[in-house]
């Protein structure tokens, strides 16, 4: 599988789900490769196969068929398959998330929350915690709990977390969807700084004014990335 340094590779990747009997086909073999510090934006409607491609991307899920490789991990390829054990490994130390919806913890405080992957590896990361709330502009807010928190703060909170383990690759899913569209602009403008920082992002969005600020738009219907 060739790679080149590509943090994400991915040729002819597909997926398709049984439903009753019917087969559905979310990806329809698509190919596509992310560089270290590339802002890839995964532009597409509802149903379009966004999530699907962030959840393979991510090894959250297995594709059908096709190449697929992530931070120098071969995911799939072929008949061949990562072990469990080794999408766990990915997932922990190579990709972060981000979503729509924020899934913070209610009952934890802020450093608290961001602290949460830690506890895979055995690890506190307080200062590191701190460090990146500060960084997403919550250093004020550390000892607060998600419902004292705006949606914006809770989904800068979101953001620190994700960056705990320190990825390669940040998966976002629709990350600006539920917020006002300054807030939008002011997450969207720190993922900008991030990938100029070297991180590499998919950010999958149905937002065509956030699309055309990424670096590399692809544009996803009914399962095929359509050209232009």
């Avoid at 450093?111 to 004020?140: F, I, K, M, T, Y």
């Avoid at 990938?195 to 950010?203: K, M, R, T």
Wanted: charged share 25%.
């Amino acid at each position: 599988m060739k790679q080149n340094g590509q943090i994400v590779y991915a040729q002819n990747l597909a997926k398709s789900y049984a439903v009753g009997k019917r087969e559905i086909e979310a990806l329809r073999g698509i190919d596509f490769t992310i560089s270290p510090g590339e802002f890839v934006v995964l532009l597409g409607p509802s149903g379009a196969g966004k999530t699907t491609t962030l959840n393979l991307v991510g090894g959250l899920d297995r594709p059908t068929s096709g190449a697929l490789s992530v931070a120098g991990q071969m995911v799939a390829e072929g008949e061949l398959h990562a072990t469990e054990r080794s999408l766990d490994a990915l997932r922990r130390e190579q990709v972060g998330f981000v979503f729509s919806e924020f899934h913070l913890l209610p009952t934890l405080t802020a450093v608290e929350n961001v602290q949460v992957p830690l506890v895979w590896v055995d690890e506190s990361g307080r200062d590191r915690a701190e460090a990146l709330l500060c960084r997403v502009g919550l250093g004020h807010r550390l000892t607060h709990r998600p419902d004292e928190l705006s949606g914006g703060e809770m989904q800068r909170v979101a953001l620190a977390r994700a960056l705990i383990n320190e990825p390669a690759l940040l998966l976002a899913d629709e990350p600006t969807a539920n917020l006002d569209t300054s807030t939008r602009d002011e997450i969207f403008e720190l993922l900008r700084e991030l990938s100029n920082e070297g991180l590499a992002i998919l950010f999958a969005t149905h937002d065509h004014e956030l699309a055309e600020r990424g670096d590399t738009v692809l544009r996803l219907s009914d399962g095929v990335i359509l050209d232009g």
